[in-house]
């Protein structure tokens, strides 16, 4: 759900869900001249607030009815559903980190450990706010991509597919003109020959797709050219065949490098007069029907060793068009991902899901040898399956292996805080204390930070002792 006021600058909201009301007093004065802060202190008034005022950020207790923690899953999951591009950040006790890693698996935003210092808290909240709005307007690109990302179904903004664009919107509007289409499989050539449909002419009239790899070569002739009754067993009645059955419209030859030398001449007949006869007639038929083909194969390289023949291959490619790879496309990887994470979202009713740090560089580095359909089938899968609203590697069925390793912001976070506690108290020779004066924060808050990273100020002491010896 996009917010009312998703795409104008305004005083950002903050909601903070608590039921201590100490906690609730701090952060309202800590950050009432940042934000419109409004406050609950339960389920219910959380919930109408979410949808009465609908906050960009929320700080959300965890276990909000004094124990169970299920009761801030809760709130998180509704929350979602309500926005996904709502952040939402965990007020954990030291106790609940595992639960507050759950959190952020299913879709908190971050969590923040209890005793609150405000300071971390505030940079913490101004950088999730800026994640959000940047969110926001990337799924308005999506949303309302241009001519340059967006082609009817296709997408794609690299300089190659931008290029393509232009040239299927020339080529739609020249009616008299076959087009090859030239690609890998799993490139989307048969979207393009949809989209040149779309924009012809011939947009109402039939579209009539012939896979030539799918049909016997001895069934070939006739899907084609439609046969006569009785001139094969089987043959009950006359049937007419995909080229007549496109009369006005267009017939898509699929995979025309597959098509046998036996047929490949009585095609270019069809080419040259746009007269067929069914197999076993003698009736002639014109039609008025425009041929767009395509191949993943070097049609030049099978001319070449005698597979195809040259005079057809020269009157198909009127036109040719080159589909290039995945690989090639550049940035369009990610900008594709997350295009199909925000379609199967929709389709099956999920919120919106985004890719983790590890899951974008295994996409960018893939050799994708199955193109945008193997792309499309593996984030179809990731949304379904995955109850988690960050996709990882192992959601999206790839491998890490060889992919820079970054680590993610709370582990950066961790070591920063775990090297500079450990230099102030071994500058102060473990007094705590004088460690806090010197990092600029309370004791109570570096003793919390100390437990939780496994630091014990009496290791420093002891060291200051024997050097002092």
């Avoid at 930070?449 to 420093?460: H, V």
Wanted: hydrophobic residues 40%; contains cysteine; glycine residues 8%.
């Amino acid at each position: 759900m996009n917010s009312p006021h998703a795409n104008e600058q305004h005083v950002a909201k903050l909601l903070i869900v608590d039921d201590d009301p100490s906690i609730v007093s701090q952060l309202r004065l800590a950050f009432r001249k940042e934000y419109q802060v409004f406050t609950a202190q339960n389920v219910d008034e959380a919930w109408a607030l979410v949808q009465s005022e609908h906050p960009d950020l929320i700080t959300l207790d965890l276990a909000l009815d004094g124990s169970n923690p299920e009761t801030g899953f809760g709130v998180l999951e509704k929350c979602i559903a309500f926005d996904p591009f709502m952040k939402v950040v965990l007020i954990t006790g030291n106790d609940e980190e595992a639960n507050a890693r759950r959190a952020v698996e299913q879709g908190a935003a971050d969590f923040f450990g209890k005793p609150v210092d405000v300071d971390e808290l505030r940079v913490l909240l101004r950088r999730q706010l800026a994640v959000a709005r940047l969110e926001r307007q990337n799924a308005e690109v999506l949303e309302h991509l241009d001519d340059e990302e967006r082609l009817g179904a296709i997408v794609g903004r690299s300089p190659g597919m931008q290029a393509l664009f232009k040239r299927i919107c020339k080529v739609s509007a020249v009616d008299n003109i076959e087009v090859l289409i030239l690609g890998e499989s799993g490139t989307g050539k048969d979207m393009v020959a949809k989209e040149i449909r779309r924009l012809s002419s011939r947009a109402t009239k039939p579209f009539v797709t012939i896979d030539c790899t799918a049909i016997a070569p001895t069934l070939l002739e006739s899907e084609l050219f439609g046969h006569v009754k009785g001139t094969f067993t089987d043959a009950h009645e006359s049937r007419p065949g995909k080229l007549e059955l496109a009369d006005g419209g267009i017939v898509f030859l699929n995979e025309i490098g597959d098509l046998p030398l036996s047929l490949q001449a009585k095609l270019l007949r069809f080419l040259q007069d746009h007269e067929i006869e069914r197999v076993g007639g003698r009736e002639v038929i014109k039609l008025d029907v425009r041929v767009i083909a395509a191949t993943n194969k070097d049609l030049e390289a099978e001319v070449r060793a005698g597979r195809f023949r040259q005079d057809l291959y020269y009157r198909l490619s009127g036109v040719e068009l080159l589909m290039p790879p995945l690989r090639d496309r550049g940035d369009d990887i990610l900008f594709l991902a997350q295009y199909l994470m925000d379609r199967f979202a929709k389709e099956y009713g999920r919120g919106r899901k985004s890719l983790s740090v590890k899951a974008k560089q295994a996409l960018v580095q893939q050799q994708w040898e199955g193109n945008v359909r193997e792309l499309q089938r593996a984030i179809r899968g990731a949304v379904a399956l995955s109850s988690g609203r960050v996709l990882d590697v192992e959601d999206l069925g790839l491998e890490a292996a060889g992919a820079p390793q970054v680590p993610s912001l709370k582990e950066a976070r961790d070591r920063a805080d775990r090297e500079a506690i450990e230099r102030a108290l071994q500058l102060t020779g473990g007094n705590v204390s004088r460690a806090a004066g010197m990092l600029s924060i309370s004791r109570p808050s570096l003793h919390d930070r100390m437990t939780r990273l496994g630091i014990d100020a009496g290791d420093f002491r002891r060291r200051a002792s024997s050097n002092s010896v």
